[in-house]
């Protein structure tokens, strides 16, 4: 249990505020999770629970590094793979599979398992492609730029794949492995908020977005999914979460039949 009291106002203000900068909706069950975060970010910042609270709100970086301890960054290898598999083959079919340079988007790419993940099939198939793979967190991006990873997150990953495309660590990195650079020099790893940038002024082949609207309350996934729309090529192939839906929102993707959590534009 924390012993940080924190009134009802105060979980509604800090609340608001997350919701604000980061689109994530934080329910009363959350209030826990709150208290132990605010507890860790004042031990960090030295600063007592009403100073903590009054520099929150008033520092933008503050926000950005609260908001790093409340998002669930929760992410594996080849993860939902069915849908990456299958736009994969769809590139992999197009006449001009040979010589185009394919553009990927992975818009809440976490510690990096999914850019690496979509990354090694990619280069299995002697595909030509760059991935622009962003997130809310600085922390996060900083792990997936290490690159380095417990094997157990690699358990979905067919062998061959892992033996070309990561190295194994040892001594104190014994039970880890390394994404070779071969792999990790085709991903662009930037800060990107889905709530408050504006989308990149490139066209992208292929957009992920998965498995963080489902943090997100339907009129947010609406703006971030028509934000994505226009970021995408037409034909292009729009990626989301096995446990999110466009279903009940406005939005103009094309679903793919037996293929749910896939869209085209
Ligand atoms: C559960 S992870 C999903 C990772 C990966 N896409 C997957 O499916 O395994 C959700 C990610 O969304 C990020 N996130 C949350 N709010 C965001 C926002 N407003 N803009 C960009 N990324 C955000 C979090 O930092 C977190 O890394």
Redesign the pocket.
Known sequence: MNSIVLSKKQFYELKELVYR????NLHEGKLELLKSKIAKRMRVTKKDFKAYLDYLKTDEHEVVEF??TV??????FF??NRSIAYFIDQLAARPDAGRKMFQIW??????G??PYSIAVQMAAKNLRFNILA????HT?LAAALRGIYRKDKLKNVPLPILHQYFQRGSGKYNGFVKIKKEIASHIRFER??????PPPSERFDVI?????M???DMPTSER?VNKLYQSLQPQGYFAI?NAESLMNLEHRFKSIPKIPSLYTR
């Open positions: 900068i980061s689109g994530i908001i790093d998002t669930t960054n929760h992410s594996f993860r939902e992975c818009a809440a790419c976490s510690t398992d999914e962003t997130d809310i967190s996060v990107f908020n889905l709530i408050t940038d992920s977005c998965r498995n963080v489902i943090y997100f971030v979460g």
